[in-house]
């Protein structure tokens, strides 16, 4: 049987996001209901799994205290409400480091399917920009857009900006994309019945 994966962006899908990054838990919001879709996530029965470029490491903006004192707080609070990340892999690195890991590249999400012994196809990568729907194309996974970081104020009505890959599926919060999966799910389930 099929490992049932889920991978999410951190910053403007989880939790707000900040130009100035997120240094610390005070800093850490997490965004409306999307705590509780991580847990209903957990209650179907799917991994879920964190892929974030933290380039605040490689800017020197904070240190890795810093970076599991965030991840910390994020953890327990997911626990508050009866939730859980499986795993948390992060990108350490500034923009201008070439690596394979920062996301619009697919390193992030190979390690993860690594990880779990498993194609990403068809696996469901959800973040706030086009470098996240890029990076799940070149993974091979299924892009989806959440409305609720960067492209907080694009209609989901309106075409896609330039960039995004054309088979990029949008939805107004991480709650909504939870809806939307677990109803195809259900729906499948029911005809294979």
């Known amino acids: 049987m099929q490992t049932k994966l889920v991978i999410l962006d951190r910053d403007g899908t989880i ?5 100035q990054f997120v240094k610390s838990p005070d800093e850490w919001e997490p965004l409306p209901g999307a705590l509780e879709a991580i ?3 957990n209650h179907a029965g799917y991994h ?3 892929a974030s470029n933290q380039s605040g490491l490689g800017r020197g903006l904070l240190d890795m205290a810093a970076l599991n004192a965030v991840h910390d707080a994020m953890t327990k609070a997911l626990a508050r409400v009866g939730a859980r990340l499986d795993a948390i ?8 480091e070439a690596c394979h890991c920062r996301k619009p590249e697919p390193g992030l999400l190979e390690q993860i399917g690594e990880r ?3 194609s990403l196809q068809g ?4 973040g706030d920009s086009v470098r996240d ?3 799940a194309e070149a993974a091979g996974a299924q892009p989806h857009l959440v409305l609720t970081g960067r492209y907080a104020a694009l209609d989901p009505a309106a075409s896609l900006p330039a960039g995004f890959p054309v088979h990029t599926r949008v939805h107004a919060d991480l709650s909504s994309f ?4 677990l109803h195809t799910q259900d729906a499948g389930s029911k005809v294979d019945a």
């Open 133 to 135: 729907a890029q990076a």
């Open 15 to 19: 939790n707000r996001a900040s130009d």
């Open 116 to 118: 779990y012994g498993i």
């Open 48 to 50: 879920v799994v964190l």
């Open 178 to 181: 939870v809806d939307d999966l």
């Open 89 to 96: 892999f992060y990108c350490p690195h500034a923009p201008d």
């Open 39 to 41: 847990g209903r996530l």
């Open 123 to 126: 696996v469901p990568f959800v």
